[in-house]
């Protein structure tokens, strides 16, 4: 069962699946904190590379199945034009100022 992207917990992993979902590369950037890092599948990967390729070039979509860890661990169905349908897991790392500092991703 799909969680609706408006009853995610936290207010900012909730930001960030609405703008790749709404391919909102503003909004999106505007909740990575300064020197924001990302990992996929277990390596730390360019982030600005990253999100072009995986998300905004290739119309990222998520679909969040299930969250934990007060809303900043996700386990959710990702899709791109790139690979097709997959079983994701996110972790997010949120600041005090509500943006985000790190995420990690891969094949859940």
Same mark, same amino acid.
Request: no cysteine; glycine share 8%.
């Given at each position: 069962?799909? +969680?609706?992207?408006? *009853?995610?917990?936290? %207010?900012?992993? *909730?930001? !960030? ?7 909102? *590369? ?7 904190? %300064? $020197? ?17 390729? /995986?998300? !905004? ?21 990702? *899709? ?17 100022? $509500?943006? +985000?500092?790190?995420? /990690?991703?891969?094949?859940?």
């Amino acid at each position: 069962m799909t +969680i609706q992207t408006s *009853r995610l917990t936290d %207010p900012t992993v *909730r930001a !960030f699946v609405t703008a790749v979902n709404a391919h909102d *590369r503003e909004g999106f950037m505007s909740i990575l904190a %300064p $020197g924001a890092t990302m990992a996929d599948d277990g390596s730390d990967r360019d982030l600005a590379d990253w999100i072009d390729r /995986e998300i !905004f070039s290739s119309n990222g979509h998520m679909e969040v199945d299930n969250e934990s860890n007060n809303g900043r661990d996700l386990l959710a169905s990702y *899709r791109n034009d790139t690979y097709g349908e997959m079983r994701t897991h996110w972790h997010f790392e949120v600041e005090e100022d $509500g943006r +985000i500092s790190r995420f /990690e991703t891969g094949q859940a």
